[in-house]
């Protein structure tokens, strides 16, 4: 989470926010500099460390495949689903 949440930019944040979810569901409020709005990136929590999956978020966030609209997410406007990754 650290990774995401780069101290050196305190005006333009990437990692926003999070929120936990029943089942061992995390999502992730991002914003990222060249995109206007937020995104929320849902990820699994296992046992498994997700280190991987943390720093490639970034680039994750651009591939189409895992992208949907939220329309009924009153924070984020685009939703990323990471949760199979």
């Known amino acids: ?3 995401l ?3 050196g930019d305190d005006e333009n944040p990437f990692l926003i926010g999070f929120l936990m979810h029943g089942d061992g569901l995390l999502r992730l409020y991002v914003q990222r500099p060249d995109r206007p709005g937020i995104i929320g990136a849902d990820i699994r929590l296992t046992e498994t460390p997700h280190t991987a ?3 490639s ?3 994750l966030l651009g591939e189409e ?4 609209p939220a329309p009924d997410e009153p ?3 685009l939703l990323v689903d990471l ?3």
């Open 57 to 59: 978020v970034p680039s």
């Open 75 to 77: 924070h984020c406007d």
């Open 5 to 7: 949440s780069d101290p």
């Open 65 to 68: 495949q895992y992208r949907r």
């Open 1 to 3: 989470m650290r990774a």
């Open 53 to 55: 999956l943390i720093a």
């Open 83 to 85: 949760t199979n990754r």
